[in-house]
């Protein structure tokens, strides 16, 4: 795979993750102004960004390691 594929895909990635995170907490900060709690929604919006954001990027980066695991084995 051409190295500029595999750098697009891994900027993709990073912002994929950057947007999950930040969306978890702008969308906590949210209900916290609309139902006047103090953190609550805020540290479940974070909590919950992070985990879609390992889950996402555990999915995105798995095919690019299979793929350089098997071309790694047709190079041996």
Known sequence: ??????AARLLGIG????????GGIF???WLDKKFDTSI???LVGLFLGLGVAALGSYRMISP???EQSSKRKEDD
């Open 1 to 6: 795979m051409d190295k500029w594929v595999v």
């Open 15 to 22: 912002w994929y993750i950057g947007i999950s995170i930040a």
């Open 27 to 29: 969308l906590g900060i």
């Open 40 to 42: 609550l929604f805020t």
């Open 64 to 66: 690019l390691l299979k």
